[in-house]
């Protein structure tokens, strides 16, 4: 096991560094001036900017200056915002994204999992159906919608209470993590209700469940020993890399309910070209993908007793 | 932290407790800004919502009061010619921390901004400056600058060329004055505590990407005409929505309403106002070789078909939208009163027969047809709704295939200086209150000119507007030059940009600027 | 589906449920020689009890059966037609603005009166009264005179009222209910003189009832305003008209063709606009999830089948893809792929959407490739000899098709809409074309004032993204060999 968790790290380094060069050359192949503004610049203003970003050496020196940097954990000033360090960025705006992506996921499982099996049990029945219906109402409209749609509720709500029940926007109690939690968790959870349900009804019909139950086991030793644990499997896949992802995205819920995260940066970052910051998010969140990615791969190894670790790396 | 940086910290923490001391609620504005202020050092900043803070926190040699004129700031007199300015400085005026305002702080931050090092953008609005542009472009030391300090409370400026308009500069966020011992370079303005402020208002708080905090500075000198403790900024975002929904909610005081929502401000009976913020629209032809939109007789039947009171009734969809009539947009003041109407412009009118004819001239001109133009605009829902109205427009009346080209922002650049567009819908925002602001946008010399429109008579008279004070001969001359661009069809002018806001009934005094830090907040009472 | 039956076999004793343990060894341990007696041979030979069914043929079967499938298979074939066939019999052009009918609801069809062409307006200048006041008026009163220059019409609303002195301009409100409490409705005019007295409004105006109101303004404005109310008949102008019926005159009818969805922003054909979204939208709905699932899927089994050194390979290219940042590298595809405006980017989008979405169904795939490669079957068909393709293709696949069609379900709408995000950057459908997608992307800012430019895009995403799923149900109740049918 710790040889396997040490080749996988090892090759998660690998991972890393691939991603990080191709963003790099991405980055530079995309036309536009990531010193550009709205209103032209003289050349010998030009000629400073580029000489303190060190925009002005070929762009493969660049890149060594990058890597260097990289690897002593220095990802540099961020063009847009020239007194902050990505670092800092990273630092003050990841624990916000993280702590809304975390409960968003939450939610998102919890519900997911207990919607899906409910599904799959009363399968064909009025509550499936209904289930059926909000599922696919998630993700037909589009996030934003439900986002505006919230806030608007959250209104409402104020107005006929005379008071502030639920923030509108901002963040900072728990009351204002509410609503952007269930607008994050809405679309993965209708995709984890699905993909749980899906799994569910393949197992209901195995033999081992039947053998089980004619055993005489009740219901729910059935229900939690068997069908949950191994329906579950793939909705743990998935966790993996939505993790990542819900942490540094969630652009759409962080510009309306205006939450200092990561995922406005990096859209920002992308829209205005800002280097350092593309380069240091972009690292940054491809570690923890990888990282996750790991540590998924290593719970399922340990939840489903067919795989072998050892023996699929062999 | 040294014994300077607690008194420091100690005033500050006096100055936001002072009114609460007092018993009572401090008066408080909340605000929204749509974005991260990039870059509070103001030797540095080039946008909208970093100019509005420092108008806030700082004060220069001048500012703008509630009509748009220029009043003393720090200096209490001036005296300005052609060759060079004498400011004198008030007593009186400190900084946070208790020190007087020098005039040594200004020389200071005005080398800054041209020393090379800094690398500001905003370095050529210095440029009237003795040695300014030299300095930049790294061929003098910064202590070369034409500006000095003989004594405390004097400030000597020589000019390179004749400033017309140099008293408007003064209240520029860029020539605000920085102190020296202060400026630690990279950390200056990053945070909250690395900002030595002037001005009415202190940042007491700075929470990146989430909320700011000012509180009325005790040690403004004329803290007296200041009747709010406390502007909090407690919401960052971009949407229009959420600010709306924020404001409904009464958890900020001002809103600006964006078009789709302009329906809703009506049913909810807001009160709304129209400001007209000084910008000015146009389509901008490219003039380079292998274009078509070389040809005269094509842009003129383009602009002969396009009916600027249409566009700006039914397709920009703000009320108050001004008609685009010329370069140079009608708020802008001229010798006494104002650059339009001193120096009026015959009306356009739509003509689809001599259109057509004109039409016909160019397709001879261009070899029997003319190819499907490139109309390059921005990813904004407008923009792509306003180019849909052009391509329609040219199509049934003109036969001309528009293509439309959407790009985000720095893409958007990237084409327009590459000249990689037939027509892009453009625009220009004043830096200062005069039409030369505009009018040397389209001389062969300036970068903004991306259509490389080229005219030795254009060329000619701004350059005599350039090299003179006299206003009645400033004036004339950039008339005439609007006169030739427009005759040329250099540019078809579509409209001039109008904002609609809305604040709270308790907020009274808000005053809004075309050049210089807007809103400005410094004159509202608050009635609650 | 109802819960099995367990076989039944021929035992002597029923099988009970477990009374005790105790009491089951006393039982088996009391059956003796005489308690089994043969059971004929007839009964062994009776042959199949149902003709053998291969897959496919059980799968085709089952899917008939399931009335839902069947109802979502019609579905999507209706939306497919309405595409298609629509625009040859609904002649409406999908981007031809109609600016005298701007965010209609939808409507029927109405008449209106063609307008004669309007003269110029010239602004009234009074010599008498100086532009700029000599002093700061005090509280300024109001205008002492509102009046129409000419009969106020949908082109133009031109009034003029008495200047009021010390005013160094005016504003001119207007609102579609009384103002009341200092609203008067949106600011359509500023006039920067004292003395100028006249205002000419045209900005979106209907035929319905207004109040305009002019108040003087110095350093702030009054609080004194004159109101007048008018009720605007409806109208188009000339040059409209003849858009719609080239050679109409002032004084004939215009036929306002009937709008069953209303019209958006630049008031073109909803429906028409529908037509013509639902193409590309259903395509790359479509297109883009299947392609880049067949990908997948195969990249997903082989690691997870193969095992060793080949899924490590594969599963670290595919960490690699999900690391890399979505918007910057579609802005890639686009440069790289796309021609340029004019061009239909569509095929670049599609490339891309491929490129960068595979990878959430390959990792599934892997997953349940993993679990069950250790299964009795799959080393049951090992040891007859069949090839690992076989295996893969033959046993395992089938077996993850719950989650492999779950995926695409869930891909198709995400597809739409990052396809109406890319056509916002430039990336697909080329202007004037719309899809789904973007027209939803257009119909947010004005939801709730004119919810129809979002709801009926909308509407269609849910009706093609429910049918897909319902047929994704039915295709894996028909073709997931776990659900096959027993009996």
């Known amino acids: 096991m710790l040889r396997y968790t040490l080749k996988r790290l090892g090759a998660g380094l690998l991972t890393v560094y691939f991603i990080a060069t191709a963003t790099f050359l991405a980055m530079h192949f995309v036309p536009g001036d990531p010193i550009a503004g709205n209103k032209a610049m003289r050349p010998e203003i030009r000629q400073n900017l580029e000489r303190k970003y060190g925009l002005d050496k070929p762009v493969s020196v660049q890149y060594v200056v990058f890597l260097r940097n990289m690897l002593h954990g220095d990802f540099g000033i961020s063009f847009t915002q020239p007194n902050r360090l990505v670092n800092d960025i990273i630092k003050d705006h990841f624990p916000v994204s993280a702590l809304l992506g975390v409960l968003a996921l939450s939610v998102a499982s919890i519900g997911g999992v207990l919607f899906g099996s409910l599904t799959a049990v009363v399968r064909g029945k009025l509550t499936d159906r209904t289930v059926m219906f909000f599922v696919i109402l998630a993700v037909s409209v589009p996030s934003f919608v439900f986002a505006a749609l919230a806030q608007q509720l959250a209104i409402l709500a104020n107005a006929g209470a005379g008071t502030t029940l639920l923030p509108v926007a901002g963040w900072g109690s728990l009351r204002h993590m509410l609503m952007p939690t269930l607008v994050l968790g809405l679309g993965t959870m209708a995709f984890l209700t699905r993909l749980m349900r899906s799994s569910m009804l393949e197992i209901v019909n195995q033999d081992y469940i039947r053998t089980a139950k004619a055993k005489g086991l009740p219901t729910h030793r059935v229900f939690f020993s068997h069908q949950l644990r191994n329906a579950i499997l793939p909705v743990i896949t998935v966790l993996g890399p939505s993790i990542a992802a819900i942490t540094t995205g969630g652009f759409v819920v962080e510009t309306v309910f205006s939450i200092p995260g990561l995922g406005r940066y990096f859209v920002q970052a992308v829209q205005q070209l800002d280097y350092t910051v593309i380069m240091g998010l972009t690292v940054f969140y491809g570690a923890f993908l990888v990282f996750m990615v790991i540590l998924v791969d290593i719970i399922y190894g340990f939840i489903d007793p067919r795989i072998s670790l050892a023996k699929a790396a062999s | ?528 | 589906m109802s819960v099995q039956q367990p076989v039944a076999i021929h035992p002597a004793q029923p099988v009970r449920s477990a009374p005790g343990a105790a009491e089951r060894t006393r039982a088996l341990a009391a059956l003796t020689r005489g308690d089994f007696e043969p059971v004929p041979r007839e009964s062994l030979e009776r042959g199949p009890s149902r003709p053998s069914l291969s897959y496919w043929q059980d799968a085709w079967i089952r899917l008939r059966k399931n009335k839902q499938a069947l109802v979502s298979l019609g579905i999507i074939i209706a939306l497919v037609l309405f595409t298609l066939l629509g625009p040859l019999l609904w002649r409406e052009d999908p981007s031809a603005p109609s600016l005298s009918r701007i965010s209609r609801g939808p409507s029927l069809v109405s008449d209106v009166p063609v307008l004669p062409e309007l003269a110029p307006f010239t602004e009234e200048t009074r010599a008498d009264v100086p532009p700029l006041p000599q002093a700061d008026g005090a509280t300024l009163a109001a205008p002492s005179k509102l009046e129409w220059l000419e009969p106020p019409s949908v082109q133009a609303v031109r009034m003029r009222w008495d200047p009021v002195p010390g005013a160094a301009g005016y504003l001119i409100y207007r609102s579609q209910d009384p103002p009341a409490g200092g609203y008067f409705g949106l600011p359509v005019g500023t006039i920067e003189a004292g003395n100028v007295v006249s205002f000419e409004d045209s900005f979106n105006l209907e035929d319905r009832k207004y109040y305009y109101s002019v108040v003087a303004r110095n350093v702030s404005e009054s609080k004194q305003s004159i109101t007048r109310e008018v009720v605007l008949s409806p109208g188009i102008s000339l040059g409209d008209a003849q858009a719609i019926r080239p050679g109409a005159q002032p004084g004939e009818m215009v036929h306002f063709a009937v709008r069953p969805f209303g019209t958006d922003a630049l008031g073109r054909d909803l429906l028409a606009r529908l037509m013509a979204g639902g193409r590309v939208s259903l395509f790359i709905g479509f297109f883009a999830p299947l392609v880049a699932l067949s990908i997948g899927v195969l990249i997903g089994g082989i690691a997870g089948f193969a095992g060793g050194k080949i899924d490590q390979w594969l599963m670290r290219i595919t960490d690699f893809v999900l690391a890399l940042p979505f918007l910057l590298f579609m802005i890639l595809f686009k440069v790289m792929l796309g021609g340029g405006p004019g061009q239909s980017g569509i095929s670049a989008m599609l490339v891309a959407l491929i490129a960068l979405s595979w990878t959430g169904v390959a990792r599934l795939t892997r997953g349940q490739v993993l679990s069950l490669r250790e299964s009795e079957f799959v080393q049951a068909a090992r040891l007859l000899g069949a090839r690992p393709l076989y295996i893969l293709l033959r046993h395992l696949l089938p077996n993850t098709l719950g989650v492999i069609l779950v995926s695409f379900t869930f891909a198709i709408p995400g597809a739409i809409f990052t396809e109406a995000f890319l056509s916002f950057i430039g990336m697909g459908v080329e202007p004037p074309a719309a899809s789904w997608g973007s027209m939803c992307n257009d119909g947010i800012g004005t939801f709730l004032t004119h919810p129809h430019e979002l709801i009926f895009p909308a509407v269609f995403i849910s009706v093609a993204v429910l049918a897909f799923n319902l047929l994704g149900d039915g295709l894996r109740d028909a073709l997931d060999p776990k659900m096959r049918s027993v009996e």
């Open chain 2, 1 to 528: 932290m040294t014994p300077r940086r607690l008194l420091a910290l100690l005033a500050l923490c006096f100055a936001g407790l002072a009114p609460l001391s007092a018993g009572a609620e401090p008066r408080t504005l909340k605000l929204l800004i749509s974005s991260e202020p990039p870059q509070m050092n103001s030797a540095k900043a080039t946008d909208q919502i970093s100019g509005m803070l420092l108008g806030h926190l700082m004060e220069g040699l001048t500012r703008y009061g509630q009509n748009g004129e220029l009043i003393a700031g720090i200096a209490e007199s001036w005296h300005i010619d052609d060759q060079r300015a004498s400011f004198q400085l008030r007593r009186g005026a400190l900084w946070s921390d208790g020190k007087p305002v020098r005039a040594q702080d200004f020389v200071f931050g005005w080398r800054t901004v041209v020393d090379p090092k800094t690398a500001s953008e905003y370095a050529f609005i210095l440029y009237p400056l003795k040695n300014a542009e030299a300095i930049n472009g790294g061929k003098l030391p910064p202590s070369a600058l034409g500006v000095s300090a003989p004594d405390d409370h004097t400030l000597e400026i020589v000019f390179e060329n004749p400033c017309g308009y140099f008293l408007g500069l003064t209240a520029f966020p860029t020539y605000l004055p920085l102190r020296e011992d202060f400026y630690k370079s990279e950390r200056y303005g990053a945070d909250a505590s690395d900002l030595l402020t002037n001005g009415p208002f202190n940042l007491t708080r700075w929470v990146h990407g989430a909320s700011l905090t000012l509180d009325k500075n005790p040690q403004y000198w004329n803290a007296d005409r200041i009747h709010v403790d406390r502007i909090e900024i407690p919401y960052i975002t971009s949407d229009p929505n959420t600010a709306y929904n924020l404001f409904l909610d009464k958890k900020v005081d001002t809103l600006g309403i964006s078009k789709e929502n302009l329906d809703r401000a009506q049913a909810d009976r807001l009160k709304m106002k129209a400001f007209a913020d000084g910008s000015v629209w146009y389509m901008e032809f490219n003039f380079r070789q292998e274009r078509v939109t070389r040809n005269y007789h094509l842009r003129k039947a383009l602009q002969l078909v396009f009916d600027a009171k249409e566009y700006v009734s039914r397709v920009v969809g703000i009320p108050g939208t001004k008609v685009g009539v010329s370069l140079i947009p009608a708020w802008v003041p001229g010798v006494n009163g104002r650059f339009r109407v001193e120096f009026p412009l015959a009306p356009r009118k739509t003509d689809f027969a001599e259109a057509k004819r004109h039409l016909e001239l160019a397709r001879q001109e261009l070899g029997g047809t003319i190819p499907p133009l490139v109309w390059l605009t921005d990813d904004g829902p407008a923009a792509g709704r306003q180019a849909e109205y052009f391509q329609y427009l040219f199509l049934t009346r003109l036969g001309i295939e528009l293509r439309i080209d959407r790009q985000i922002f720095k893409q958007r650049l990237a084409k327009m200086t590459a000249g990689d567009f037939d027509i892009v819908s453009a625009g220009w925002g004043p830096d200062f209150a005069d039409p030369m602001t505009y009018a040397d946008l389209f001389t062969t010399w300036n970068d903004n000119n991306r259509g490389k429109y080229k005219s030795e008579k254009y060329d000619e008279l701004i350059r005599k507007a350039q090299s003179t004070s006299d206003a009645p001969t400033r004036m004339s001359s950039m008339a005439a030059a609007e006169q030739v661009l427009l005759e040329d069809v250099g540019i078809v002018p579509m409209n001039e940009r109008v904002i609609i806001y809305a604040h709270q009934p308790r907020v009274s005094g808000i005053v809004r600027h075309v050049v210089g830090p807007d809103p400005d907040y410094t004159w509202i009472t608050l009635s609650d």
